[in-house]
């Protein structure tokens, strides 16, 4: 048997807008992120269990805030790991800092009543 699951969608200027619009109503997590950050490597492997968790339920993305500066300054990230959650395209909740799992499974969840 083949394993099939994949871990959070890695997002850039083009695939950003269609991930959102392509998730209908189901919610878009999005962890902004870079390598160098300490924060953001704690947060890593748990996005990754997010992905996995939450396959067909929400969408769980990153987006690498060094590679896609524009995306950032667009939706406002000033200070890294930023984790925004998106229902309908548009944003519903935000999180700066590690929240640790509890945190993100709470803004999933919350995105997921709304």
């Known amino acids: 048997m083949t394993d099939t699951k994949q871990g959070a969608a890695h997002l850039n200027q083009d695939t950003f807008a269609t991930t959102l619009t392509g998730a209908g109503d189901k919610p878009v997590l999005v962890d902004f992120y870079a390598e160098w950050c300490g924060?953001?490597?704690l947060a890593a492997?748990?996005?990754e269990e997010l992905a996995i968790e939450y396959a067909g339920k929400a969408v769980i993305a990153k987006?690498?805030?060094?590679?896609e500066n524009k995306?950032?300054?667009d939706h406002r990230v000033m200070?890294?790991?930023t984790v925004i959650?998106?229902?309908n395209g548009k944003e519903v909740d935000r999180m700066t800092g590690f929240a640790g799992k509890d945190g993100y499974v709470k803004m999933i969840t919350k995105a997921v009543g709304e």
Not at 63 to 67: G, H, I, M, R, S
């Open 71 to 73: 995306l950032a300054q």
């Open 63 to 67: 987006v690498d805030v060094d590679a």
């Open 39 to 41: 924060p953001c490597k």
């Open 85 to 87: 959650v998106f229902k």
């Open 79 to 81: 200070s890294i790991p």
């Open 45 to 47: 492997p748990v996005i």
